[in-house]
């Protein structure tokens, strides 16, 4: 399972956490004032206008809590450096031909073919993408595998969750600082998103899953928020026909981000300090279902093995929150 929440930098989250590569840093009201810039643009000027505040420990108490209980990585990078969209695309396809976030029509003329759902159903394995949009990007998947983000707690308590779900928060819940929005939601409370990301992992638990479960909760991009470590440049980008005003500028790694790995073999108490990005995600559900990976990306990353130890005890699993 992968939990895909918004807009939040390593530091802004956990640069408190004991014994994490962090920084501490002014705390940030809850919710954030306002929604900082984060596009490309953005991020090459970080330097001086990221927003250099963050969260604390009472403000996300349960993300601290599985963090001390099982795996945090605190060298875990997005893939672009950029907003949402990009990034929610590499972790579905180890690709992305936009490096900003692309305007409202511009959808139904992206289509990626090579992505992990499909190499999914191609070897009769099961998916969904519980609410999210990047799915529509996709060529030659099944549309009937995306659904309501609200319906992941009915599977999860059910007992009855495909092999690979990505699973997305509606916007009161997703963390998103708060911006204009048409539907009028108000957005950005951390502390609301995060109960929201312990419902779902609660739903796990009572559907009797945990045995069975690798559960991955990480952040989609920077959100315009600092963070002191600069992520290694792997990547340049070539413009593929968009945004040519970057052309020859970073492309991969963007900011890091946190990432908790939760699960009965996850490691307890465990900092991983090995270089992940969402793109291992994707190379762990390829290795743990034997499937050919789709570019040299993901056939270069890391698998996120360290955070796990198949040889121990199974751990239980965490207390639900109420």
């Known amino acids: 399972m992968i939990i895909l929440k918004e807009n939040h930098t390593f530091d802004n989250y956990f640069g408190t956490f004991p014994g994490a590569n962090g920084a501490r840093l002014p705390r940030s009201p809850n919710p954030p004032a306002r929604d900082h810039p984060h596009t490309h643009a953005a991020w090459l000027a970080r330097q001086t206008t990221a927003a250099r505040e963050q969260f604390i420990e009472p403000d996300i108490p349960a993300y601290f809590s599985y963090a001390r209980k099982f795996c945090l990585c605190d060298n875990y990078y997005t893939d672009v450096a ?41 070897s009769r394995l099961t998916w969904r993408s519980y609410g999210g949009y990047a799915i529509d990007y996709l060529h030659g998947v099944n549309p009937k595998w995306k659904l309501a983000s609200d319906q992941f707690r009915v599977d999860a308590t059910a007992g009855q969750l495909p092999e690979v779900s990505w699973v997305y928060a509606p916007l009161e819940f997703d963390e998103h600082p708060p911006y204009s ?18 419902d779902q992992i609660n739903a796990i ?118």
Not at 181 to 198: A, E, F, I, L
Not at 229 to 254: C, D, I, K, T
């Open 82 to 122: 950029g907003p949402s969209t990009p990034n929610h695309l590499m972790l579905l396809c180890a690709d992305s031909p936009i490096i900003d976030n692309p305007s409202r029509r511009t959808p139904q003329t992206i289509k990626i073919d090579a992505s992990l759902p499909k190499s999914l159903e191609q």
């Open 205 to 322: 638990v009572r559907g009797g899953l945990w045995p069975d479960v690798a559960v991955f909760l990480t952040w989609d991009d920077w959100g315009g928020w600092y963070d002191h470590v600069e992520p290694p440049a792997v990547e340049v980008w070539h413009g593929n026909g968009a945004h040519p005003g970057y052309l020859g500028s970073q492309f991969r790694y963007g900011p890091r981000v946190g990432c908790i790995v939760l699960g009965p073999y996850a490691r307890n108490g465990y900092i991983s300090k090995v270089l992940h990005s969402h793109v291992s995600l994707l190379k762990f559900c390829e290795a743990n279902f034997g499937l050919a990976t789709l570019n040299q990306r993901d056939a270069r990353a890391d698998d996120m093995s360290d955070c796990f130890d198949f040889g121990k005890s199974p751990a239980p699993p965490p207390p639900a929150v109420p």
């Open 181 to 198: 929005n048409p539907q009028g939601v108000r957005m950005g409370n951390v502390t609301k998103g995060m109960q929201w990301s312990v």
